[in-house]
């Protein structure tokens, strides 16, 4: 059974850092690209940060957190990171993990860990 617990998240003032954590099981985690994304009511859900399972782990972000956001994964814990600096309140949203594999995303989701930026 896939699945993922995301935590880390919470109220962090602007210009702040997080670091969420999504711990993965049910499957051959190294062998799946991880992704990191948030979703506000009301929106799409974005992709915000991804991260390749082979070649030490090639990195791609959305432009919006390009420069402020870092993924990274722990293949022996079974988990992915997202370091979230200098955040801004437009970073407000329920971020969620997910892997993917030859193009697929597993269908499962966490509950997912809120952050809230606010003075």
């Known amino acids: ?15 702040g850092s997080l ?5 993965a099981s049910g499957f051959i ?4 690209s991880m992704r990191w994304y948030r979703r506000v009511p009301g929106k799409e859900r974005e992709l915000v940060a991804a991260i ?6 090639v990195t791609n972000y959305a432009d919006s957190v390009k420069g402020r956001f870092t993924i990274s994964r722990d293949n022996v814990k079974n988990t992915v ?22 193009g697929r995303r597993l269908e499962s989701w966490g509950q997912g860990t809120q952050v809230t930026v606010s003075s």
């Open 19 to 23: 670091r969420l954590s999504c711990v």
């Open 81 to 102: 990171y997202l370091q979230m600096n200098n955040i801004k309140p437009e970073d407000t949203a329920m971020y969620y993990c997910n892997g993917v594999r030859a």
């Open 29 to 32: 985690f190294s062998n799946y």
């Open 52 to 57: 390749t399972s082979t070649g030490g782990g």
């Open 1 to 15: 059974q896939v699945q993922f617990v995301e935590s880390g998240g919470g109220l962090v003032q602007p210009g």
